[in-house]
Structure formats: structure tokens, C-alpha cells
């Protein structure tokens, strides 16, 4: 069973950056897709972000295209996810999620949850 465990959240102006970063342990955490999700107050989960463990190819929400990057790092058992020109709408909790099957969009389908990290942007 993994565990994992997200930081880097923050309060940020409108325009600035933060990267989020979420360990992992338990597992072979190279051997796990990874996804960042967030949730807003009111709002269902969204997906943000995946990367995938066999090519560590990458996908993105339309609303975070172009803004956002993940990233893995397996030798530290991390992932990351580099927001920049960040927007008011982005605030939520971010929580990272990992499977070791599944790399899509649905959090349902994901097997592990790290605790969420509040992100806040002011206007």
C-alpha cells in the first residue's frame, strides 16, 4: 500500500507560482501513474495533471494546459507539479493520487490519496 504525502501549498498573487510536491512510500513508486487533482469549495474533484510510470508521458486539464508541468523524480519517490501564472480559479485543495493500473482522468479510479495541500491565489 502506498502512502503519500503532498507540500508546497501557499498562499500566492495572481500571476505567481508555486510547485506542489508529493512523496511517496510503501510501494515501488516508479511502478505507479500519478495524478494531481483538485477540489475547490462546493466543486466535485477535478484532474489536473497525470503522468504516467511505463513512458512518463504527461496530460493535462484544458484549464491548466500551458501553466502547469508535472514531473516525477523516482529516485526520491516524488512527484511535483509546477504551477505558474497562477489565477484565482486555481485555488483549491491539490491532492496527488497514485495506481498502479490507471493514468486517465476519473479520480475514482485511482487506488491512493495523499491528504491535500490548500493552494490560495489572490486576485
Known sequence: QAQLVESGGGLVQAGGSLR????ASGRTFSRYHIGWFRQAPGKEREFVAAIS?????????DSVKG????SRANAKNTAYLQMNSLKPEDTAVYYCAADPSYKG???????YWGQGTQVTVSS
Open 105 to 111: 482522468t476519473s479520480p475514482n479510479e485511482y487506488d
Open 67 to 70: 501553466r502547469f508541468t508535472i
Open 20 to 23: 506542489l510536491s508529493c512523496v
Open 53 to 61: 510510470w511505463t513512458d512518463s508521458r504527461t496530460y493535462y486539464a
